[in-house]
C-alpha cells in the first residue's frame, strides 16, 4: 500500500514577517474606511504646510503695514490683511507651523510623563500604586482650563509658559490609561515567563509591557492633538498664551474679534483652519481605534 505525503507543516513566521503582515492588514483596513482617508489627508496636508511655511507665505507673518490694514480678501492677499496690515494669509500658514509644533510637544511630554507614572503604579502596586494615582487624582479635580489658565498667569503670559502649563494638566489621563493596560497586562503568561528568566523591570516594561499597551495611548495621543490644539487657541484668545503679533491661531481670532461684522476676514480664516485640522485628527483618532481595538473590527 502506497503511504501518502504527509502534509508539509508550515515553519512559524518570524518577527519580520508578522510585522509585514500586520502593516497590510492595517493598511488594508485603512482603505477601506474613507473617513479615516480623509482625516490623514487632512492631517498631512497641514503637515506639509507647516514645514514648507518659509516658502508658502507670500509675506512677513509679523511686519506691521499700517498703509496695508484691513484690505479684503484679493489676488494680492487672498485672505484680506487685519487691523495693522498683517496678511492673514501668511499667519495662517504660519499658525499651522506652530499650533502643529504645540500640540505634538504637549502630547509627548504628557504622554511619556503619564504613561511612565501609570506603568509604574499598575506595575509596583502598593504603597508606590497609592501615592502616584493620589496625586494623579489630585490634579483630575481640577478642571483643566482653569488649571492650566493659573499657572500660565503664575509663569508669565507666553505660549512656552502656556504649553507647559498644559502639559501640567494634560498627563494624568495617560497616567489612568498606562495603570490600566499594566494592570491587565501584568498577569499574563508572556510577562509571567520574563521574569522567571530574570528580566529585570526596566526590560520587561520596555519590551513586554509598553508595546502591548501602546495601541490605546496612541488612540489617546492622536485625538488629544486636536483638543490640544482647541485649548492652546483658547489660552491665547483670553490672553493667557501666545502674545501678539505671534502668529498663533488663537491670537488671530482674537484680533479679529472687534471687526467680526465688518472684516470678517480676519477671524474667520484661522478659525476655520483650526476647525478642519481639529476634525482631522478626530477623523485619524477614532479610525486608530477601530482598527487597533479587535472588539471593534468589523
Not at 503664575?154 to 494638566?169: Q, R
Not at 501584568?186 to 528580566?199: D, I, M, T
Not at 496612541?218 to 489660552?235: E, F, K, N, R
Amino acid at each position: 500500500m502506497a503511504i501518502g505525503r504527509l502534509p508539509r507543516v508550515p515553519e512559524a513566521a518570524d518577527d519580520a514577517e508578522l510585522e509585514r503582515r500586520a502593516a497590510k492588514s492595517f493598511w488594508r483596513g485603512l482603505r477601506q474606511n474613507p473617513l479615516g482617508i480623509v482625516g490623514l489627508a487632512i492631517v498631512v496636508f497641514y503637515a506639509l504646510v507647516a514645514i514648507l511655511a518659509p516658502i508658502l507665505a507670500p509675506y512677513n507673518p509679523t511686519l506691521v503695514q499700517l498703509s496695508q490694514r484691513l484690505l479684503p480678501p484679493s489676488r494680492a492677499h487672498l485672505f484680506g490683511t487685519d487691523g495693522v496690515g498683517l496678511d492673514v494669509f501668511s499667519r495662517v500658514i504660519w499658525g499651522a507651523r506652530i499650533d502643529l509644533t504645540s500640540a505634538v510637544l504637549v502630547v509627548v511630554v504628557a504622554g511619556s510623563v503619564g504613561t511612565a507614572v501609570g506603568m509604574a503604579a499598575g506595575w509596583f502596586g502598593g504603597w508606590w500604586e497609592e501615592v502616584l494615582m493620589r496625586i494623579t487624582d489630585i490634579f483630575l479635580a481640577f478642571p483643566g482650563l482653569i488649571l492650566a489658565m493659573a499657572i500660565s498667569a503664575v509663569l508669565k503670559p507666553d505660549l512656552n509658559n502656556a504649553l507647559l502649563a498644559i502639559s501640567v494638566t494634560w498627563w494624568p489621563t495617560y497616567a489612568r490609561l498606562g495603570r490600566g493596560q499594566t494592570l491587565s497586562l501584568r498577569g499574563l503568561e508572556f510577562v509571567e515567563a520574563a521574569r522567571s528568566e530574570g528580566a529585570s523591570t526596566g526590560k520587561i516594561m520596555r519590551k513586554h509591557l509598553l508595546p502591548n499597551a501602546i495601541a490605546p495611548l496612541l488612540v489617546q495621543a492622536t485625538l488629544d492633538l486636536g483638543s490640544v490644539i482647541l485649548v492652546a487657541a483658547g489660552l491665547s484668545f483670553i490672553g493667557f498664551g501666545a502674545q501678539p503679533p505671534t502668529p498663533e491661531w488663537g491670537v488671530m481670532v482674537s484680533d479679529g474679534q472687534t471687526y467680526l461684522m465688518t472684516q470678517w476676514w480676519i477671524a474667520t480664516f484661522p478659525a476655520l483652519a483650526m476647525f478642519v485640522l481639529v476634525i482631522g485628527f478626530n477623523l485619524v483618532g477614532d479610525t486608530l481605534r477601530d482598527l487597533l481595538d479587535p472588539r471593534l473590527r468589523r
